[in-house]
């Protein structure tokens, strides 16, 4: 089922996200549910925080990012079918010197901004039957999981922009928070107050 994919500006995205457990309730219809949801919105990350779900959860899928020509082979070869869901992630180390990459958000349609990380995390998580891996990452496959890491610690990608950034950002930001925008995906917007 595709769920709305929550929009700037509401509270939940601001949240530091909770650890879950194997009991958390039909955690497998969730899992299939974002899957659906990211890919109908032609996403290559999703976390649970952007469908309403303040908990330590969210997939990546880089396949789209590995017809870019401008990679060398390895890092398209790394990139094609890399799925996975990502559960009480932390990550443990960041290193290497910041590189800027164009970025955008499901929760943030029509504005993409460089955004400046560090190019090699060391991450822990639990995968979707609860077997903990300690993995090393780097280049794109190290940024989508930074992006979405930040979710689940109530960080949006225009919080890392410079001041002036942010406020020539301000007007569209805040006219996505009161839905008006037109996005090709179901949406939901804080600032509509339920009709009738
Ligand atoms: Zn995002």
Same mark, same amino acid.
């Given at each position: 089922?595709?769920?709305?994919?929550?929009?700037?500006?509401?509270?939940?995205?601001?949240?530091?996200?909770?650890? @879950?457990?194997?009991?958390?309730?039909?955690?497998?219809?969730?899992?299939?549910?974002?899957?659906?949801?990211?890919?109908?919105?032609?996403?290559?990350?999703?976390?649970?925080?952007?469908?309403?779900?303040?908990?330590?959860?969210?997939?990546?899928?880089?396949?789209?990012?590995?017809?870019?020509?401008?990679?060398?082979?390895?890092?398209?070869?790394?990139?094609?079918?890399?799925?996975?869901?990502?559960?009480?992630?932390?990550?443990?180390?960041?290193?290497?010197?910041?590189?800027?990459?164009?970025?955008?958000?499901?929760?943030?349609?029509?504005?993409?901004? #460089?955004?400046?990380? =560090?190019?090699?995390?060391?991450?822990?998580?639990?995968?979707?039957?609860?077997?903990?891996?300690?993995?090393?990452?780097?280049?794109?496959?190290?940024?989508?999981?930074?992006?979405?890491? #930040?979710?689940?610690?109530?960080?949006?990608?225009? #919080?890392?922009?410079?001041?002036? =950034?942010?406020?020539?950002?301000?007007?569209?930001?805040?006219?996505?928070?009161?839905?008006?925008?037109?996005? #090709?995906?179901?949406?939901?917007?804080?600032? @509509?107050?339920?009709?009738?």
């Amino acid at each position: 089922m595709i769920l709305p994919i929550v929009a700037y500006g509401d509270p939940v995205l601001r949240k530091v996200a909770k650890d @879950i457990d194997s009991e958390y309730p039909k955690l497998d219809e969730l899992i299939n549910n974002m899957w659906e949801t990211m890919y109908n919105a032609h996403g290559v990350g999703l976390a649970a925080p952007q469908v309403g779900l303040p908990i330590r959860m969210f997939v990546v899928d880089t396949t789209p990012f590995a017809d870019d020509e401008d990679l060398t082979e390895e890092e398209q070869k790394q990139l094609d079918g890399f799925k996975k869901v990502f559960i009480n992630a932390k990550i443990e180390a960041e290193s290497g010197k910041e590189w800027d990459f164009s970025e955008g958000c499901l929760s943030i349609p029509d504005i993409r901004e #460089d955004v400046s990380r =560090k190019p090699e995390i060391v991450i822990s998580y639990l995968d979707e039957d609860f077997k903990p891996h300690k993995e090393t990452y780097d280049g794109l496959l190290a940024r989508v999981i930074q992006h979405e890491y #930040d979710h689940i610690e109530g960080i949006l990608f225009t #919080d890392k922009l410079s001041s002036l =950034k942010k406020r020539l950002l301000k007007s569209r930001l805040e006219k996505i928070s009161k839905g008006k925008i037109t996005a #090709d995906y179901k949406m939901r917007f804080p600032d @509509i107050k339920k009709r009738r």
